[in-house]
């Protein structure tokens, strides 16, 4: 089957609808762009025919395919963009000579699945039609072109809304935009296309009808679930699909043993995976690349982008998690904030309103409250007390700090870094600490405390009681 098919993907509109300086296929539903989401269920078929029709800011349609790691496509310019029957004659030289039979998919169907691509695929070969029509029965099929049946259930031709009679527009069987054609016969054809009077476009759409009308067979092969080709034309449509793509890698989680709570309101990307057992609380949104362990526990409202996250991991609700690594068995939150390096090592403890940057947190360790850890080593079984600073930044350059094995932190320390605290060392609370400590002392840095008694009273009987109704 790969030799025989061509597959052009049209992707060179601007969007008009979408009222935005970003060309439409650019857009993001899922955790992909539309035109990504497209060359995706193309790839499952055909690996190296694959050609991208491109013209509004093609540059960016291009960089963004070749970001998101997908090789070997070709792209074709269409310099002016006069519809999508022009778009095709703009691949003509390199489509005409590709191979046999062309499938053309619109680039703003993110939904369509490579299985229901294969079945139509398989349905054009059996029916011996010259161009077959993925169509779909929609209970509102406004703004879609119309199938019209011919005799014996063939199709005569597709009308464009906008053109299309009152009669017509009661039609609820809609062109998907994607076809097989046999591609000789299409750009054959294509040269009887005329500019729509309306709307001064090149349709590919009126391929069909002249193919009928020059006595061609051309089937229609209806898709089983109507929502898989939903074209996405403005962002109400953009939104709409993007709460189905979520709905369905929800769906392939739960059935894979993951407990959604409140799935509706969860927003997974698809290059994250999720461990049996792993229960995920409402709001939470896992972004990017992205690996949960088994038996985790994800907490109301996290945010988890681009992270790794062990076996029997607790975050509790309300944590911003970024490229970052929990080991099995730890727990985070809530309110905590991991950034970019954070690595928290197995059981070890990160609480409320606790900040970690390129840091690394031993096995054990807890940094419970209030505490900002950023560029540091801190080994294992180490305390790190409520308020605790590492003091990693002049103003000019970042400093480490490294902390070693069961090392006790008290509250409110500053650690001025570069530092070292040793192993099985102590720092008294409220410390402000410049020099490195050595393993098994105690450093106090703080300045000792006066105390004057009765000071409270004499001053009262020095000045009279400030008028506090000022
Ligand atoms: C098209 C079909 C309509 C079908 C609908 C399905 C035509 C005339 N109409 O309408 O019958 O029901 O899709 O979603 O084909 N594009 C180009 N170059 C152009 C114009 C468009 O590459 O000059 C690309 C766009 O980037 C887009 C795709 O073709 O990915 C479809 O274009 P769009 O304007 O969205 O067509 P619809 O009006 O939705
Ligand atoms: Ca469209």
Redesign the pocket.
């Known amino acids: 089957m790969k030799d025989r098919f061509a597959v052009a993907i049209?992707?060179?509109?601007q969007?008009t609808r979408f009222r935005s300086r970003r060309v439409?296929?650019l857009h993001s539903a899922g955790g992909r762009t539309l035109v990504e989401h497209v060359v995706r269920a193309a790839r499952e078929l055909s690996s190296d025919n694959i050609f991208v029709?491109v013209?509004h800011q093609a540059d960016a349609v291009m960089a963004s395919l070749k970001e998101s790691g997908i090789k070997n496509l070709k792209f074709i310019h269409?310099e002016e963009?006069?519809?999508?029957?022009?778009?095709l004659r703009a691949g003509e030289r390199e489509l005409a000579k590709a191979a046999p039979r062309l499938l053309v998919i619109?680039?703003?169907?993110p939904l369509l699945t490579p299985d229901t691509l294969r079945k139509f695929v398989v349905a054009h070969r059996r029916s011996g039609a010259v161009a077959t029509v993925l169509s779909a029965e929609m209970d509102d099929p406004a703004?879609?072109?119309r199938i019209v049946r011919g005799s014996h259930g063939t199709v005569a031709a597709?009308v464009?809304h906008k053109s299309a009679s009152a009669e017509q527009r009661k039609i609820r069987e809609?062109?998907?935009?994607i076809y097989c054609f046999e591609t000789k016969l299409l750009f054959d054809a294509l040269k009887g296309v005329k500019l729509d009077p309306l709307k001064k476009?090149y349709?590919?759409?009126d391929v069909i009808g002249l193919l009928a009308r020059r006595g061609h067979r051309v089937a229609a092969y209806q898709a089983a679930d109507a929502r898989e080709?939903i074209?996405i034309?403005d962002r109400a449509e953009l939104a709409r699909v993007d709460g189905l793509l979520r709905q369905r890698k929800a769906q392939q989680l739960m059935l894979s043993g993951v407990t959604i709570f409140a799935p509706e309101s969860v927003r997974i990307d698809p290059d994250v995976s999720v461990g049996t057992d792993t229960e995920i609380e409402p709001g939470v949104m896992l972004l990017g690349v992205a690996s949960i362990g088994k038996n985790c526990r994800l907490g109301a409202y996290s945010v988890i982008t681009d992270s790794e996250l062990g076996d029997n991991v607790t975050i509790r609700p309300s944590c911003v998690i970024t490229e970052s690594r929990i080991a099995k068995g730890a727990s985070v939150g809530p309110f905590a904030h991991l950034r970019p390096g954070a690595d928290i090592g197995e059981q070890a403890r990160v609480g409320n309103f606790v900040e970690v940057k390129k840091a690394r947190l031993g096995r054990r360790s807890k940094a419970s409250h209030l505490t900002y850890l950023g560029d540091a080593t801190i080994g294992n079984d180490v305390n790190v007390g409520c308020g605790t600073i590492t003091v990693n930044y002049d103003g000019a350059h970042k400093h480490q700090t490294v902390i070693e094995d069961n090392a006790f932190v008290g509250s409110g320390a500053n650690l001025i870094a570069p530092v070292r605290i040793g192993r099985n060392a102590f720092v008294a609370a409220g410390s402000t600490i410049t020099d490195d400590v050595p393993a098994n002392a105690l450093a106090i840095g703080r300045a000792r405390q006066t105390t004057k008694p009765g000071w409270t009273t004499r001053r009262k009987k020095k000045a009279p009681a400030r008028d506090t109704r000022k």
């Open positions: 049209l992707a060179a509109g969007g439409k296929v029709i013209g269409q963009q006069l519809g999508t029957g022009h778009a619109c680039g703003d169907t703004g879609y072109g597709i464009e809609v062109n998907s935009g476009e349709y590919l759409t080709v074209g034309n």
